[in-house]
Nanobody, 126 residues
Framework: QVQLVESGGGLVQAGGSLRLSCAAS????????MGWFRQAPGKEREFVAA????????YYTDSVKGRFTISRDNANDTVYLQMNSLKPGDTAVYYC???????????????????WGKGTLVTVSS
């Protein structure tokens, strides 16, 4: 079992930055890819970014490429999402997720993980 707790959300103006964190506990965190997803009001949950177990491979949805950076610190069982140049369209609840059955960062973009945090709200004002 894996427990995931997100933090770092808040209200920011368009063009601003936020850094989200996801603290993991339970099963061996460093063995699995980790992903960030988001769900805007009235919309489906969507993939945002993923990072390989080592941190060396990252994968992003097109809408955040060049603005968001995912990284991880396996020594502290934490994954991060640095979000720059935020837009009102980035407003959503952001979730981190993982699944031992998903073995690559790219696969995280097409498969639905089994383990999720409760999310952290990001609101970008115009």
């Amino acid at each position: 079992q894996v427990q995931l707790v997100e933090s770092g959300g808040g209200l920011v103006q368009a063009g601003g930055s936020l850094r989200l964190s996801c603290a993991a506990s339970g099963r061996t965190f460093s063995s699995y890819p980790m992903g960030w997803f988001r769900q805007a009001p009235g919309k489906e949950r969507e993939f945002v970014a993923a990072v390989s177990w080592s941190g060396s491979i990252t994968y992003y949805t097109d809408s955040v490429k060049g603005r968001f950076t995912i990284s991880r610190d396996n020594a502290n069982d934490t994954v991060y999402l640095q979000m720059n140049s935020l837009k009102p369209g980035d407003t959503a609840v952001y979730y981190c997720a993982t699944d031992p059955r998903i073995t690559t960062a790219q696969a995280m973009g097409v498969k639905r993980p089994a383990y999720w945090g409760k999310g952290t709200l990001v609101t970008v004002s115009s």
